[in-house]
Every structure is written in structure tokens, then in C-alpha cells.
């Protein structure tokens, strides 16, 4: 079983939080090396970026980002 990393990130406009699962390679592909990412709300569609630390610690400790 591949591990998922849970993704988290709170839009700074409408309050309203985003979950996603992802796996490594998905991590990988869209974060690697970034200190912050860039989440979209699924709430509003704003696209707002949250520290890799705050969304994704388990991913940060992992990557060592
Ligand atoms: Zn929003």
C-alpha cells in the first residue's frame, strides 16, 4: 500500500478548509522542493498557498523541505 500524505490548507478568503489525500508520487509531482504550496479552494476556486510545514508536516518531515 502506497502511504497518503493528508493535505490540509485554509482558505484565507471564505474561512472554509480543503482536505486532500495524496500519494508520494502526486506530492512529488505537484510540491517537491516548494516551501509553500498552492491550494485551491473548493469553496470559491481561490487559489491561496499555505506553508508545506502547516499543510503537509508528515510531507515536510519526510522530503525535508
Ligand atoms: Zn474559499
Redesign the pocket.
Known amino acids: 500500500m502506497a502511504k497518503k500524505y493528508r493535505l490540509e490548507g485554509k ?1 484565507p ?2 474561512g ?1 478548509s480543503s482536505v486532500s489525500h495524496l500519494s508520494k508520487e502526486e506530492m512529488d509531482k505537484h510540491f517537491k522542493g516548494l516551501d509553500n504550496l498552492e491550494l485551491d ?1 473548493g ?2 476556486m ?1 487559489k491561496f498557498t499555505e506553508k508545506a510545514a502547516t499543510a503537509c508536516p508528515e510531507y515536510a518531515k519526510d522530503c525535508k523541505i
Open positions: 482558505c478568503q471564505c472554509c479552494c469553496e470559491c481561490r
